[in-house]
């Protein structure tokens, strides 16, 4: 989903949820949204 649809879906901010995908970037150590995905399947978690 896009930051947009999230932010509609869970009745927040898209500068919100931008901020929380950043953090969750910097926090596994990945470079960008397609890495975090990589890591999130490799992982298990989706």
């Given at each position: 989903?896009?930051?947009?649809?999230?932010?509609?879906a869970l009745?927040?901010?898209?500068?919100?949820?931008?901020?929380?995908?950043?953090?969750?970037?910097?926090?596994?150590?990945?470079?960008?949204?397609?890495?975090l995905m990589?890591?999130?399947?490799?992982?298990?978690?989706i």
């Amino acid at each position: 989903m896009s930051s947009k649809e999230i932010a509609n879906a869970l009745c927040i901010s898209k500068a919100t949820v931008d901020t929380h995908r950043q953090n969750i970037i910097h926090k596994w150590e990945v470079t960008n949204t397609a890495g975090l995905m990589k890591r999130a399947v490799e992982g298990g978690c989706i």
